[in-house]
């Protein structure tokens, strides 16, 4: 970790977003990962991702469990709202927040273990609930917090850096979600921002549960010759299929696309993102078509990355469930609490 | 991933960059490039903020052969370059600090280059006192040259005795760091002018060297000029009051241009005499040549500046100058900065008992023949070699003022500097081109997982304000030092602003796996992992805009993994060594570069002692 604190100062010539604001104002407290760390690479791609979305800070709810990946809220936007539930609850916390105030943009930050283990129910209900959120796994293959014992990502031959090769079939993020219907699936890489930042930004505006599963190399444990997550093996094997432009609302699509190859889908809010199909015969709206592909390229060693599938036409979780606009904190009391008279005639309806 | 591959590569492509070049990391320290000496300034201020005055007043005096007296009167080249303007607006108070290791200094003289006890048998002969002179008697006194220094005055230091006041450069500083040279065995002798070169070369000295600087004040030709005693040239009468001639001046005086000669003169008239004193300039201030310190000095004793005033008469009445008329002007200035003719808007007539002419000094050699081999150009100045400093007739050398015109102090330093080079080589029959190069030392600073050997926390500190003498007091007598000099709290302060700027990162392309750790925490986006390109094309390819072209792009070799490149943008790195810290592999380090400098003795020594002095490394 590191001990002396990021210079307060910045690139006089720095972008600034319509909020008046740079890059650096989203920062967080400098990281305490070991130096080299993906998630730390995640964290800079979600903090420029948040950046170029204009979000208010105070907008914004960053949720986490436990884990080296359910640390990383700490180290962007320090001054939006956080909750680090425990391990694996980070959904369901989620899910209670999310009912009480549909106005923030709740970003999760998960890890392979606290969601494929621990967090597996949770994260495959928030799934079914079509939770309004946007879910990252940082997905390394081991529990890096507890020095490096593999976690249920771990794909079948990887070897750790001391003991035998993993023999177990690895649980997929990607898959379970194509699998429930999730709405938004993507996989990308924390060394390649170029492809994860329009990712993540399509992922916050996206309504609906966003999966955003990001291979992000443990320096420590998991980064040897023989790992199927480290850097290296990830840069060779790793292939997009479908990258995505974001066009923010009122903006035109200029960018020249070749024909056939560009698919734009209009996101809530009036943004678009703009498909750009690499492999042509994708086709990231069809479950089925995805399924197939990303089986057959996983089985043939291939890491397939890109957005891989969305479904605009879902509801997600208040509007499924007829809910109003309005935060319960900004209704007046005597709308939250109808009085002992309403509360007896609803329980009459029971009796 | 977007693999890059061979046949995809152009001409045009921008070359990696060789820091094996001693030039590369030595311009990333602006200071140091900037001082025409070249001045280890991070290592001196290093040395400072660890109380080792000695040690910094001698690394100073290596390569600037006067710190008590360039800590108070250098033209701070240093200070315009320094990289701490870049991001906030006020440099590192180099100079001043430079003033620190004088001040605190303990006894240093046995620490002082020594004059060899034998003579090597060669005879050179320097004309003019000054700076210039004094570095060339520095340099070659070690090696065993017999030096005499010719001088017209009755006492040493040239335009640094005359023309510098002593309010700003007391004598007794001046007289320090002048005998360290003279003990060093120079035969020094005073109110000895040479009037004629040929007759100088008749003497047998093996080589000659000219210093005498620029000791000609520009005239202005204008009605009234020659009617009145009251009309004096700055230059002469700055030296007049240096040696007691003049000591008293009238009440109201004007000072005619604006350069740091007229801020002397102003400052000056104050001390003997006048009250109200207006310095005239020609032009807006943007245009004024005095550097805006001296400036700021002057104003504060409420000197009043007039611009746009252009002089035309003097008004004499009775044989009595009682004032001058000037003709009052507007200019259009472009957006690139350059100004028109002017355009006549007025006339004003401003009452005076004095004026001091302040707009500019000339060479002047009517002591030197001009048929004996010395070629001289339109301007009447002897045409110099840029590298050797010789003239056109071998074995006489010239430098400071009277090589290229008036510069300043640190330039005729360096002068001399390369001048006692090419005595030197000129005495032994060398060549006078086949010089030593410099060279660069890198030594990693890295003490630990996360210790590094120097001060990296940037301090947002403010640049310390020099405490001065109540501004009554000052004017009681003309050789009151107006600077207090810096207080241990604001030194200790002061210090802490350098950016380290010679601690280099030095990257390694083959030991990146590419994780971008130090381009996430990099606080000014100076990295960037990206396809190679055409540097005009790399530069709008970086994190952040790099539209200083002064600055280089460090340019990798092909990374591993991808075969894309680590660029670095030299401008705004404040060396914080994060990106080292960040690094899982130590692909980036934090080194120390010392910029290695050949003088007269290296030369001597055929380059082998052209190696890290002993306060080099930081310890």
């Known amino acids: ?351 | 991933m977007r693999r890059h591959t061979d046949n995809g590569r152009h001409d045009s492509e921008m070359k990696r960059t060789d820091t094996s070049n001693p030039d590369y990391f030595h311009k990333v320290v602006d200071c140091q490039w900037a001082c025409p000496a070249h001045t280890d300034v991070p290592q001196y201020i290093r040395l400072i903020a660890q109380g080792r005055f000695d040690d910094a007043y001698i690394l100073n005096r290596e390569s600037n052969v006067f710190p008590g007296i360039l800590g108070r009167v250098c033209d701070r080249p240093c200070e315009s370059a320094c990289r701490r303007v870049r991001i906030e607006d006020k440099p590192v108070a180099i100079c001043r600090l430079k003033r620190v290791a004088a001040d605190h200094r303990g006894d240093i003289s046995d620490r002082l280059p020594k004059g060899a006890d034998q003579s090597n048998g060669k005879k050179v002969a320097l004309l003019g006192a000054g700076c210039a002179s004094l570095t060339v008697a520095n340099d070659l006194r070690p090696l065993g040259y017999e030096v005499t220094i010719f001088e017209a005055m009755n006492t040493a230091g040239g335009l640094m005795r005359t023309n510098i006041p002593q309010f700003r450069l007391p004598p007794e500083v001046l007289d320090e760091e002048i005998a360290y040279v003279i003990d060093m065995g120079v035969v020094l002798k005073l109110n000895h002018k040479i009037n004629s070169m040929k007759a100088l070369l008749d003497d047998g000295f093996d080589a000659v060297f000219v210093g005498t600087g620029a000791p000609r004040g520009k005239n202005l030709e204008i009605p009234g000029r020659y009617d009145s005693d009251n009309i004096v040239i700055g230059i002469e009468w700055l030296e007049s009051v240096a040696f007691d001639h003049v000591d008293s001046i009238g009440k109201r005086v004007l000072i005619i241009g604006v350069g740091n000669t007229a801020m002397d003169c102003c400052r000056t008239s104050l001390r003997i005499g006048a009250e109200n004193v207006k310095v005239i300039a020609r032009k807006p201030r943007a245009f004024f040549k005095a550097s805006a310190w001296e400036l700021e000095d002057a104003e504060e004793e409420f000197v009043e500046i007039l611009v746009n005033h252009s002089p035309k008469n003097f008004i004499i009445e009775d044989g009595k100058l009682v004032g001058m008329t000037f003709e009052l002007m507007e200019y259009k200035v472009d957006d690139d900065g350059s100004i028109d003719r002017g355009t006549l808007i007025g006339e004003k007539i401003i009452p005076c008992d004095d004026v001091i002419l302040a707009i500019g000094q000339e060479n002047a050699f009517p002591w030197v023949e001009r048929d004996i081999g010395i070629e001289f150009d339109e301007w009447e100045c002897p045409i110099i070699d840029k590298t050797t400093m010789m003239c056109s007739r071998d074995g006489i050398f010239f430098g400071g003022d009277s090589a290229f015109g008036p510069k300043n102090i640190i330039w005729a330093v360096a002068h001399g500097h390369e001048a006692a080079i090419s005595i030197h080589k000129y005495c032994q029959g060398e060549s006078l081109s086949d010089r030593l190069p410099m060279g660069i030392n890198l030594v990693s600073q890295k003490m630990g997982m996360h210790e590094w050997s120097f001060s990296n926390d940037y301090d947002p500190t403010s640049r310390r304000l020099m405490p001065h003498v109540d501004l009554k007091e000052r004017f009681k007598k003309l050789d009151i030092e107006v600077e207090l000099g810096f207080t241990a709290e604001q030194a200790i302060s002061e210090v802490e602003r350098c950016l380290n700027c010679d601690i280099q990162t030095v990257f390694v392309a083959k030991l990146c796996i590419e994780c971008d750790a130090c381009i996430d925490i990099c606080p000014v986006n100076c990295l960037t992992i990206t396809e190679i390109g055409d540097e005009a094309d790399l530069r709008t390819r970086l994190s952040a805009p790099a539209e200083n072209l002064d600055q280089a792009l460090y340019v990798s070799d092909d990374l591993p993994q991808t075969g894309r490149v680590m660029v670095k943008d030299e401008d705004l790195c404040v060396h914080c060594s994060l990106c080292a810290e960040r690094c899982p592999t130590g692909a980036w380090d934090m080194q120390k570069s010392t910029v290695l400098i050949p003088y007269a003795s290296d030369e001597a020594a055929g380059g082998q002692a052209l190696s890290m002095t002993q306060d080099s490394a930081v310890s």
């Open chain 1, 1 to 351: 970790m590191t001990y002396i604190s990021k210079p307060a100062i910045s690139h006089p010539k720095m972008p600034k977003n319509n909020l008046g604001l740079t890059a650096r104002d989203y920062e967080g407290t400098v990281s305490t990962l070991c130096a080299g760390c993906g998630h730390d690479s995640v964290t800079a791609a979600i903090i420029q991702a948040v950046f170029e979305l204009d979000i208010e800070p105070h907008m914004l709810a960053k949720m986490s469990g436990i884990g080296c990946s359910s640390k990383t809220p700490a180290y962007f936007v320090s001054q939006a709202h956080g909750f680090n539930a425990v391990h694996g609850r980070m959904a369901s916390v989620t899910t209670g927040a999310y009912a009480a105030n549909r106005k923030l943009t709740y970003i999760g930050v998960s890890g392979d273990g606290d969601s494929l283990s621990i967090g597996a129910g949770q994260f495959i209900h928030a799934i079914r609930r079509n939770l309004n959120m946007c879910y990252i796994i940082e997905n390394n293959g081991v529990y890096g917090l507890t020095k490096g014992q593999f976690s249920a990502s771990a794909d079948i031959g990887s070897r750790p850096k001391k003991g035998l090769p993993n023999q177990q079939e690895p649980i997929d993020s990607v898959s379970i979600a194509l699998g429930l219907g999730a709405t938004y699936i993507a996989r990308s890489f924390s060394g390649d921002k170029d492809q994860l930042v329009p990712l993540i930004k399509g992922a916050l505006t996206h309504s609906g549960f966003a999966l955003v599963d990001i291979i992000s190399p443990c320096v420590t444990f998991n980064d040897h010759e023989g790992s199927t997550k480290s850097y290296a093996h990830t840069r060779q094997f790793y292939h997009h299929v479908v990258d995505v432009d974001f066009v923010p609302p009122a903006k035109e699509i200029k960018a020249a696309y070749d024909e056939g190859s560009a698919m734009s889908i209009e996101l809530h809010g009036g943004s678009k993102i703009v498909l750009r199909k690499i492999e042509k015969d994708y086709d990231p709206t069809s479950r089925a078509v995805s399924f197939k592909y990303l089986r057959d390229r996983h089985n043939a060693g291939e890491i397939t990355t890109g957005l891989l599938y969305i479904d605009n036409s879902r509801k997600e979780m208040h509007d499924l469930m007829g809910n109003i606009d309005t935060p319960l904190s900004e209704l007046a009391l005597d709308t939250l609490h109808p009085g002992k008279e309403e509360l007896k005639k609803i329980l009459d309806r029971y009796r």
